[in-house]
């Protein structure tokens, strides 16, 4: 896999409901390597750190040909548009299992969760329909956790140093969000550790209200 675009924000803000919202969503691609640590990239601004950023959210990167299906519909966009801080050629969410290890420039990327849109990706796509386009196109990008530190450019090589040999896929992960989950898939997902707790919680309501 490739880096196609490292992308960074500086802080903006939405109007919602008459009060000031401010936002990390509006990622530009940056012009030379970006220094990435632990918690994220230095010169990214996140805006709330429970829903983005942080440990386990350190890096949110998209597959870059996820933007030929997006651009059938919205002709133009660019990358960073849903907020990703990496575009990766070869980024597939059916491809990478939860756990698994990524080397990037000395640093290792851990796949932890997909991404589930919010109310800003609505606001910057200018309707909150577009929420449940994103769901149901199965799209998600992959959050990761960051283990060290170093600079990153569009350019660089990713590949997958340290397979975690989990049964449950990204795509599979997505499925607590798009509906999609039938009762193995939500098993396989209560039952993985390298699940978040709080998800195979959610698995296991998913699975109790289908028995």
Same mark, same amino acid.
């Given at each position: $896999?490739? +880096? ?8 903006? =803000? ?6 000031? !919202? ?7 691609? #940056? ?8 918690? /994220?990239?230095?010169?990214? @601004? +996140? ?6 950023? /942080? *440990?386990?959210? &350190? !890096?949110?990167?998209?597959? &870059? ?9 919205? *002709?133009?966009?660019?990358?960073? $548009? ?13 491809? !990478?299992?939860?756990?698994?290890? @990524?080397?990037?420039?000395? +640093? ?5 969760? *997909?991404?589930? *849109? ?6 910057? @796509?200018?309707?909150? &329909? @577009?929420?449940? $386009? ?11 956790? !960051?283990?060290? =530190? ?7 090589? $990713? ?19 798009? /509906? ?8 396989? +997902?209560?039952?993985? #550790? ?18």
């Amino acid at each position: $896999m490739r +880096i196609v675009s490292v992308n960074l924000a500086q802080r903006r =803000s939405f109007t919602v409901d008459g009060r000031e !919202v401010f936002t990390g969503i509006f990622k530009e691609p #940056a012009d030379q390597p970006a220094e990435l640590t632990e918690l /994220g990239f230095t010169e990214d @601004f +996140i805006a709330d750190p429970r829903y983005h950023g /942080g *440990p386990d959210k &350190a !890096v949110y990167a998209y597959g &870059a040909q996820h933007y030929d299906y997006w651009r059938r519909r919205y *002709p133009g966009l660019s990358y960073g $548009m849903f907020g990703e801080n990496l575009t990766v050629e070869g980024l597939d969410e059916h491809g !990478v299992r939860v756990g698994d290890r @990524f080397e990037l420039n000395g +640093i290792l990327l851990r796949a932890v969760q *997909p991404r589930v *849109p919010c109310m800003k990706l609505g606001l910057k @796509f200018g309707s909150q &329909a @577009f929420l449940k $386009m994103f769901l149901e196109a199965g799209r998600s990008g992959i959050y990761f956790a !960051v283990e060290g =530190s170093g600079r990153i450019a569009a350019g660089d090589s $990713m590949t997958l140093s340290q397979p975690s040999g989990a049964e449950v896929t990204l795509a599979q992960h997505f499925t607590l969000w798009d /509906g999609r989950g039938d009762p193995r898939t939500l098993r396989a +997902i209560a039952n993985c #550790a390298y699940v978040l707790p709080k998800y195979r919680k959610r698995a296991l309501e998913h699975l109790s209200r289908t028995a």
